[in-house]
């Protein structure tokens, strides 16, 4: 009912693209973060008939909406894709500390944080302690819990042909 990309890599997401990839059922149902650069870019598209979408954002690393389904309570979703340069990072978290000043109710927030906050979702020692600690302290401040992958420990490997790929567990799915 609701489709979420990250790392879309468009400049422009059309109607007509909507249309071509999700069908007619996901018609003028679409909010998109255009890339920066090579990369980058969201999409959120959704099902007619999921409900209501009674407000949406774009933000600069992510795109959220305001859901109101047929029967229930309104729910914000995001959709992250987080910077890759260190000198962002903090700027990254901080937008999720202003959204939540805005936006109250439930939140489910998916994508790639392209950060860590603990240790042992990496298989090496190369990380930046002050960026986890901070990471961490967001999710605390802002109650946001993980659902926990089932079936493998991490998300993202430098490469599939090295004998010792790094790999991280960066995309995740928080709620709060």
């Known amino acids: 009912d ?34 920066v650069g090579a990369s980058g870019g969201i999409l959120i598209a959704w099902r007619n008939g999921v409900g209501n979408i009674i407000a949406s954002r774009v933000d600069t690393y992510s795109a959220s909406v305001n859901v109101l389904p047929v029967h229930g309570n309104s729910w914000w979703l ?28 439930p939140w489910l927030i998916g994508g790639d944080f392209n950060l860590i906050y603990k240790a042992e979702v990496k298989n090496n020692s190369n990380y930046n302690r002050a960026m986890m600690g901070r990471f961490r302290k967001l999710l605390n401040d802002l109650a946001l819990k993980e659902f926990q992958l089932q079936g493998r420990k991490f998300t993202w490997s430098s490469s599939s042909t090295s004998s010792s790929p790094v790999l991280v567990h960066l995309d995740n799915l928080l709620f709060g």
């Open 2 to 35: 609701v489709v979420c990309l990250q790392e879309t890599k468009m400049s422009n997401i059309s109607r007509r693209f909507i249309l071509s990839m999700l069908g007619a059922e996901f018609d003028n149902n679409f909010i998109s973060l255009p890339v």
């Open 78 to 105: 995001t959709c992250v894709y987080g910077p890759q340069r260190n000198e962002d990072e903090i700027a990254f978290l901080q937008e999720f500390r202003d959204f939540r000043q805005q936006c109250s109710g």
